[in-house]
């Protein structure tokens, strides 16, 4: 890979280029990268913030809500005085404000069944940080058919999951619906308006989702995909499982 | 005496840290059963992995298990 660095940029990123792992190579490969964000809120925040910073060409970033009060407490890519703005321009000029270098793209809209293929092809790799079961389950389907790695966090109460999904990388290996088959039932699995969330948690999962967006674009370390990260804030007990893939999922098992 | 012989052999396993004795045999779609989960709101890990759904009705615990139900959440 050419290795096309301004001179501002070698400073500018100079702590990764130190790392063996990184170095320029890396650093190019994190700017030519395309990551889109779906969902500018909790994990949203810190994921734009964070990819910003580390220099990710391009950052799409989708969501059709505007910044309201009560998301304050956690979604510290917004502020007070941004109040009503909608959340995709806010997170841009949050993430512009750290790193005028990387190129926001501002989807102001929902994703769809009738969006979310295009959307997602024009994308290297996708982050999930949505707020609601049906999106969830339409980005983690349109990732396995137009063959994009996903990297899902969530986040309720002092709880948090994060996984990555890339059956298209590895015949053993899941996608989202090897873990959770089908939505829940309507209004039976509570949101964070519903049951709250301590707003560092979101900032942690966030995090840690951006650090494995960075892992699997640089292709550095242990990729968390055909494994489950488990946070119990409460317990400060963190653990990761196996999960393979099921033969019998309707998306990418042996039948699908 | 009679009532001895028939009771069903009891199973010891750790479900989310402690310590339980349940009627053997049992799958994993039977422990679901018996604690009255709905499947659709719950994976279930077994020995550090990821039971697949379509795997509950033919996994069949032993003793020593370590069993953890994780709670499906989708809040960003």
Redesign the interface.
Known sequence: MEINLTEQEIVRYSRHILLGEVGGTGQARLKAARVLLVGAGGLGSPLALYLAAAGIGTLGIVDDDRVDLSNLQRQVAHSTDRLGMAKVRSAAMAAQAINPETRIEAHETRLTAANAAALIAAYDLVCDGSDNFPTRFLVADACVAERRTLVSAAVLRFEGQLSVFKPHAGADLPCYRCLYPEPPPEGEVPSCAEAGVLGAVTGVMGTLQATEVLKEILGIGDSLAGCLLLWDALAARFRTVRLPRDPACPVCGREA | MLQTEVMPPSLVLTLNGESRSLDAPLTVAGLIGRLGL?T??V?V?RN???V????YHETWLEPGDAL?I???????
């Open positions: 709905d659709r709101k994976a890990e550090e992995a990821i697949p759904r379509s795997a953890e994780v709670h499906f959440i989708g809040g960003g």
